[in-house]
């Protein structure tokens, strides 16, 4: 016998129990979304491999080294979509939405794909919800998204969540500070861990997340980026903090924010959850300014978050697993029996009702049992006559009928 095939490292099956939670985040996802006037966009699962070079940033690890790349066949480079923000960038131009009253209010949810080392809470295929407003860089959109994540997430029953928020001010700020902190981590270099070291000229603001104890103990001295912003990058932090405050939203002001993504201006918000381990980023985002420049479009604001819909299942409370509906189980009990049983669950599916039919070959007493443990609340035991034996399980009372009045019995109910 040949080995039995698996799925791919990082990839998982969702399972039916599963599925139908996830069925009630995304349903939760377009109330709480849709609400404020966010419209559900899908853009294909993959794209120009460009399109993710110039958006999210050749120096990230996303495109450095977690990409599945490859040629469409025609000769062009193509990837499976490791994130949604340049895509729906890329969208609201393609698709003329500069015409519309701004900002565009666009929501997204599926999968996304990242070579990622696998690992509880961290796949290769995940699930991503996420929510993006382009063409304004009002504060007070800063502020609607952070407090749409964070009702999504309560909505969900994703308990002990904190909100980390700081701002990356302008690009002009960001690089002066880039030149001020390689400066000041080329002063440290011995101190430094070697992996920090290597990066300072490619991405200094990762020093921030070292876990290296020579590394920590330089950066509590280095200059935070918050403490450079621009006279108006702070007032609009101020204005987002303003309305967190006012809507009683806790947070803290994390001034080493560091976000695996390039394209972030201004605002940058990550949400985590106690309740997941060391992937405990649940969802995050912020405000990126420049993107719509970096794919070649006009100068447009956009802010946004996505959340892994796999971590919020995990830090949530899983609610209790409703069953499907069986109000009839159609029984055999002889095998012949088969295309007269098998018409009786069809009826009654097209009348709206929860039908199952045996399909397994089992004998009339483990078919009872089978309905029993299904929850049926009747059985219709076809047999080699006209008449039915149709049995209401919870109170064990049986009558014949015929056939074509079981499904109306049912749907008359309780009692027979
Ligand atoms: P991100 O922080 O890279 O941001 O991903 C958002 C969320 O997706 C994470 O917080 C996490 O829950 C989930 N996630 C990411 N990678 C994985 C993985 N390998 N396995 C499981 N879950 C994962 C973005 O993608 C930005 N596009 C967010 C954004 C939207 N910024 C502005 N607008």
Known sequence: MSQRLQAPRGTFDVLPEDAARRDVLAATARTTLGRAGYGRVDTPVFEATELFARGVGEATDIVQKEMFTFDDGG????????????PVTRAYFENGMTRLPQPVRLWYLGPFFRRERAQAGRFRQFTQVGAEAIGSDDPTLDAELILLLADLLDAVGVRQVSLRIGSLGSATTRAEYREELKRFLRAHEAELSEEVRARIDLNP?????????????????APTLLDRLAPEDRAHFDEVLARLDDAGQPYEIDTALVRGLDYYTRTLFEFTSDRLGAQSAVGGGGRYDGLAEQLGGPHTPGVGWAAGIERMLLAAEPPAPAPPVVDLFVALAQPEAGRAGFRIAQEARRAGLGAQVEAAGRSLKGQLKH????????????????????????????????ADTVVAAVLRGPRL
Do not use: C, W
């Open 205 to 221: 603001l990762r020093a921030f997340d070292a876990d290296h104890p020579g590394t920590r103990r330089v950066m509590t001295a």
């Open 371 to 402: 309905a029993d443990r299904l929850g049926a609340r009747y059985v219709a035991i076809v047999g080699d006559t006209a008449e039915i034996g149709l049995k209401e399980m919870e109170s064990g009372e049986q009558r014949d009928v015929s």
């Open 75 to 86: 000769g062009r480079s193509v990837t499976l979509r490791p994130e949604g923000t340049a």
